[in-house]
């Protein structure tokens, strides 16, 4: 507890930039130093926050500003402890057992001889020919990754380094990377920014690298339906890879044939959403593994897009729109998961993840600055991306 001299000097300094119309002091009760309801001096709230924010930095003590009603809350706080150990060597262990696991994924889609020989020689054949997709699907997530960094530290909020998930034996060899933030953004505005530079980053590079993986692709004719398919594996589609195929090759893949007009309209629609019918026998691209490494990467922004609790779009979605309006969406995007579920049974597990997942949204020690107009298009724009890159049915399996 402070000493009553330190809080008379306290407020006197909040009295520069905050006119007091009430102050309540802390106890056990209440873990704060003090609180004091009124309004800000400096209209600009984003300036008076800083104002006051930094002037505290002497005292460490954080302040935070909320809304009440037709006036302003102040709280002053002890500052976080910084008991938390930064351990590099974790983040690096991390990273390098992810970089195994994605080379070794990358070889069982890229090598096609017989494996023989010993255990060491088809892990070293597995690494050999898979550092294509290995290095590309690394690049996307570490370009999201370190978009958060970057944002994070240029913002001074204090964010750990990227920490990277191995997940052998699975499509694409990790679950993915994230970073946590040890300490909170000043405001609104710095909140969005870590939060969407990290998907706008990743889909730059994503398109890069599916641009590039398409151009080393083939197009093939898939098998009839009387034929045997193999353990045939499709990739969905989602607005932005139709026209990414469509630059590349010049047609929409896949090239469904013998139809045309408002049945092929029909058909495609169909398609998209469930596919459905299958396409047998219609030309299609056979992803070369820097292609699947791109189609990953759109499909990890869709997931971080999604604008659910402490996913980048629920972050994005909240600075944007507001508390009340990301209540309401959750249920949407829940019910939603679920009844695509029943065409592509991976979103009920998603539906699972994101229902008890923690459902809080970030809030920064500013609540009252609003993002300005450059912002709002910004979030505008990442809700567009998630449309153009939502993928109803992610992964047909066909045949065995």
């Known amino acids: 507890m402070q000493t009553d001299h330190k809080l008379t000097d306290l407020d006197t300094l909040i009295g520069r930039f905050f006119i007091i119309e009430a102050i309540t002091y802390g106890n056990s009760k209440q873990p704060f130093v ?7 001096k400096n209209k600009d709230s984003e300036i008076g926050f800083n104002q006051i924010a930094d002037a505290l930095d002497f005292y460490e003590l954080i302040p935070v500003l909320q809304k009440d009603g037709s006036s302003q809350t102040l709280l002053l706080l002890p ?11 974790l983040n690096l262990i991390m990273f390098l057992l992810t970089l195994l696991s994605v080379l070794f994924t990358g070889g069982l889609y890229s090598y096609k001889g017989d494996l023989t020989g010993n255990t060491i020689q088809i892990i070293w054949i597995m690494i050999k020919s898979g550092w294509p997709f290995a290095i590309s699907l690394l690049a996307i997530l570490s370009a999201h990754e370190f978009g958060h960094y970057f944002a994070g530290k240029i913002n001074g909020v204090d964010v750990s380094l990227p920490f990277f998930i191995p997940f052998p034996f699975s499509s694409f060899g990790t679950m ?4 946590s933030m040890r300490s909170l953004p000043r405001n609104k505005k710095i909140l969005f920014d870590i939060a969407i530079s990290g998907p706008l980053s990743g889909l730059i590079i994503s398109i890069i690298v599916l641009l590039i993986g398409l151009h080393l692709s083939e197009v093939h004719t898939l098998p009839l339906v ?34 045309n007009g408002l049945n092929l309209i029909i058909n495609w629609i169909q398609y ?23 189609w990953a990467g759109l499909f990890v922004t869709t997931i971080n897009l999604l604008p659910v609790g ?13 508390k009340k309006l990301t209540r309401i969406i959750f249920p949407v995007i829940i019910g939603g998961l679920a009844l695509l579920g029943a065409i592509w049974r991976g979103w009920w597990l998603w539906a699972g993840i994101l229902f008890f997942m923690d459902r809080r949204y970030a809030e920064p020690l ?15 724009l990442a809700i567009f991306v998630f449309i153009i890159t939502f993928i109803p049915v992610p992964i047909t399996l066909v045949g065995g």
Do not use: C
């Not at 034929?227 to 990739?235: C, I, K, S």
């Open 79 to 89: 500052k976080f402890s910084k008991s938390i150990k930064k351990r590099p060597h």
């Open 366 to 380: 500013d609540q009252i600055t609003q993002l300005d107009p450059k912002r709002k298009w910004l979030g505008y």
């Open 34 to 40: 003090s609180r004091y309801n009124g309004s800000l």
């Open 272 to 294: 998209f959403f469930t596919a459905a019918p299958f396409p047998w026998g219609a030309q299609d691209v056979m992803l070369h593994p820097v292609a699947w490494a791109g």
């Open 176 to 179: 993915g990377a994230f970073i």
């Open 226 to 259: 009387n034929e045997n398919a193999g353990g045939l594996q499709m990739e969905g589609n989602s607005l932005l890879y139709l026209f990414l195929k469509y630059l590349s090759f010049g047609k929409l893949l896949p090239h469904l044939t013998g139809q």
């Open 310 to 322: 402490q996913l980048d779009g629920g972050h994005i979605f909240q600075t944007v729109f507001g």
